[in-house]
């Protein structure tokens, strides 16, 4: 099948291309030099005044594994809000705040998005995971492995192990769980909730096993770096959350050494303590940290205002934040000596003060960031927000009148203690590409992915341009998965499977044998049924694994 | 003749994976660490290979196309049971989803008292690696545990080592309505779990008693339901000082009125504990046949847990209207699905509607149904996944012979596909 995409204007910022009008050619599944002049089209669309990007990429969004399947089983009543009928080619399901499965991959491919990272993989849990990702149809996926509160490593930083012990264990782990990167919750604060420590700041000692987060941070940034991992360690703070934890972040900034580390879902970790209600923007303290430190990425973790569930496997700040439950129930687990999950519903309300806050301390950062190659568009799905609202985020970014007006209504104390107002920044559509293709695609470390350059894979979207940024991005005329025409109009008309994205760093094999050990010591299976084998992801014939390349081992 | 060894069990609910079996051509045998659950239950012979249809002998194309016809025909189909692994309840959940069906685990009567409480208020759980590395103070409540699963204070209890506590034989147990059944719960140390007795029946008193007490309530009773105010005192206390505390239950066992007042009595105490300077986790205990497999799978790919109902397009959950056997009874369904295929004896109810099985070779029938397919046993006839009882572990089951048997996923696909 070659088909031939004429005329439109495209946005590719991985090749440098920024609204440049061409034409693109597409034949099993990937972008092609524009073939000879008497070799047939099978099919042709007529692109021209359309906007063409790579099909989106969320590098952060909960969509995989236990703590969602709890989320989703705890509030029935917020999915008879919206059901989703089955047609000739879909499942039927459940959307807004914690979709079903195959809702979740229907909306996204609707939205123009064609892959998805879960970003909380718990090692004793990646089979759920990838099980739930297998069944959300036409995206691509993957995910970030969660260590850092697991009793192996603080036992290994315990007894002084070396980096290269650990760097085994990371490889294993990630070998072994089907991961793509490395992710860090609250450092080494899940494991000091099960000894019952309420908070863990970042040279705060573990009370059982001495050891700080700064330590566990600097221990997993090294072995990713060294393992040659693309995506850097994924962080999510301590002391998510609390008012003045702007200066943790800061800290855990300037002091991981220059290592590469991605600050995830940062709005939440922006926060000052000053001003009547002690609570204030750290937002341009943030961005500012963010523009003069190279090794730094970040994504914001909007919120945006209604009702949503957050789920996260920060069980010690949800527990610390379950009063705020809405509706009044929560779930909180410790899991398998391994790191546990705290989900709570939470309605973010404009009216309130600090949810008003929050909201104008997200966009501030968006927008005071520089480069957008370092910061990414997420909600944190569905913490801040469920993904869907992700238009409407864009034409907060894309429209300062509109974003001008919104401001207008929130609690006027909030409004009084964000600089939002006197930002005159708009994003442009490349930039928008930037955070959400070719960004995205970068960070996680996709290889042909996140690009319409020849040899990609064609993912596509294709826009209609329209001031209303908001209506623009949340119906694309066309979406293509893989070079397959998967979505019109902004409705699916065709499904498929996407593949799992990992990357397979070597480990020393010796590193099994203490595993071992350990296993059949203190854990509740036999290592060899922990590790997810290819074909549990393979053998129902969906399933592929994508291996990408790792960076030169130094 | 093979010895396989590690090998894991979806009977027993709580993962064991240490089994090892013996196969000689089709038969099964367990070498090691088998017990009252898990051996026979891996040990059941293959009878039926053939499918049947009117109980004549037929290929499996044409019983398919027999399922499938009568689910074409009914308006109101119900599929039981929904005892399988993870691509077993895939296939279900398309042929649900496809022929408008309610679908309704056969534990979910069971089940259901936990998911009342879950989705009122929620609760505090924890794991088994946790259980076995930290819990001191195991309060079990209105539960025969070593009944339920008879490895579990072998592996999770008296286990020789453990990361954070010197001497796992300190534990100390507490069992609070129902009396043990054996000797599991003695610790390796020869002391005896206390044991504060009363009816089932008097557990949601107790219960509440025992919260008022943790909270610091003045109770002016001397006695409740037959036990000493004094020792539910003791028990309150133990909870408070415990680092690490344990509230285990069983929603089966709670067999009376409004049981999940009791689960969630229990499960805000655990809450309310975790506000006095010390960690309590909950720990529901179920998982077997498949019950917590089903949840999670028709949680993923619905919303909801499973009973549910897909004959208006969409999921409709409803934890009392779509029971399965109430809808029989109230002659609200017009075909009946059985899927059991782990457990020979859980036949299907008794109906007089047309009606499909999908079950483990061996499954024998007061009367044939219009259609039954003998299907392989996950973790025995063919690799998939099941869910542990803690609902967080998925075990990688294996495939031990060569039976040829078709697996659950085999066939409601073929059907769905059939429709």
Known sequence: MLIKLTGGTVYDPASGIDGKVQTLYVQDGRFIKQPANDVKIDKEYDLKAKVLMAGAIDMHTHIGGGKGNIARMLIPEDHRKDPVHRSDITRSGCGHAMPSTFTTGYRYAEMGYTAGFEPAILPINARQAHMEMADIPILDKGGYVMLGSDDYLLRMLTAKKDQKAINDYVAWTMNAAKAIGVKVVNPGGINAFKFNQRKLDLDENNAHYGISPREILISLATAVKELGVKHPLHVHGCNLGVPGNVNTTLDTMQGIGGLPLHLTHIQFHSYGNEGDFKFSSGGAAIAEAINKTPNITADVGQILFGQTITASGDNMRQHANHGFASPDKWVSMDIECDAGCGVVPFKYRDQNFVNALQWAIGLEIFLLVDDPWRVFLTTDHPNGAPFTTYPHLIRLLMDKSFRNDMLATIHPEAQKMTTLGSIDREYSLQEIAILTRAGAAKLVGLEDRGSLAEGAWADITVYTENADREKMFEKPDYVFKDGELVVVDGKVVHTKWGTTHIVRPDWDSSVEKDLQKYFDRFMTMKVGNFKISDDEITEDGRGSLTTHSLNGVT | ?419
């Not at chain 2, 505390?245 to 105490?269: K, P």
């Not at chain 2, 917590?292 to 549910?308: E, H, I, M």
Request: include cysteine; charge should be negative.
């Open chain 2, 1 to 419: 003749m093979t010895e396989i060894i590690e090998v894991p069990s979806p009977f027993c609910g709580i993962g064991t994976d240490d089994l090892t079996v013996q196969v000689n051509d089709l038969a099964v045998s367990v070498m090691a660490n088998g017990c009252a659950v898990n051996t026979p239950a891996f040990e059941q012979v293959i009878t039926d290979t053939s499918a049947r249809v009117d109980g004549k002998d037929v290929s499996l194309e044409v019983a398919v196309a027999k399922a499938a016809e009568l689910l074409s025909a009914s308006n109101q189909p119900v599929i039981g049971g929904c005892a399988t692994d993870v691509n077993g309840m895939r296939g279900l959940m398309a042929l649900a989803d496809h022929s408008g069906a309610v679908v309704d685990n056969m534990n979910f009567t069971g089940a259901r008292r936990n998911f009342l409480a879950l989705q009122d208020t929620g609760w505090m759980n924890t794991t088994l690696a946790e259980i076995k590395n930290r819990c001191d103070y195991l309060l079990v409540v209105g539960v025969d545990l070593e009944g339920f699963a008879p490895r579990f204070f072998e592996r999770y209890l008296w286990n020789q080592e453990s990361m954070f506590l010197s001497d796992t034989s300190q534990r100390q147990i507490v069992y609070l309505g129902k009396a043990p059944s054996g000797e599991a719960s003695i610790s390796p140390a020869g002391v005896k779990a206390k044991v504060l007795a009363c009816k089932d029946a008097d557990l949601p008193e107790v219960m509440a008693v025992l919260r008022a007490l943790v909270k610091g309530k003045k109770i002016v009773a001397e006695t409740i339901c037959g036990i000493a105010v004094s020792d539910l005192q003791e028990v309150a206390d133990q909870l408070k000082t415990a680092k690490y505390g344990v509230v285990t239950w069983a929603a089966g066992a709670l067999n009376f009125d409004q049981a999940e007042l009791t689960v969630q009595m229990l499960s805000e105490m655990v809450k309310d504990i975790n506000t006095m300077d010390t960690r309590c986790s909950g720990f529901p205990l179920g998982g077997k046949e498949g019950d917590q497999t089903a949840n999670q799978v028709c949680g993923w790919t619905s919303a909801y847990p499973a009973r549910a109902r897909f004959s208006s397009g969409f999921p409709e959950y409803d934890p009392f209207l779509y029971d399965s056997n109430v809808m029989l009874a109230n002659g609200e369904a017009d075909v009946l699905v059985w899927v059991q295929a782990f457990n020979v004896t859980s036949v299907p109810p008794v109906t007089e509607l047309p009606t499909i099985v999908v079950a483990r070779s061996g499954m024998v029938f007061d009367k044939q149904p219009d259609v039954f397919i003998p299907v392989g046993t996950p973790g025995i006839d063919h690799a998939g996944h099941a869910y542990r009882l803690d609902n967080v572990v998925a075990i990688r089951l294996k495939k031990l012979r060569e039976s040829g048997l078709p697996s659950t996923a085999d066939v409601l696909n073929a059907i769905e596909q059939a429709l």
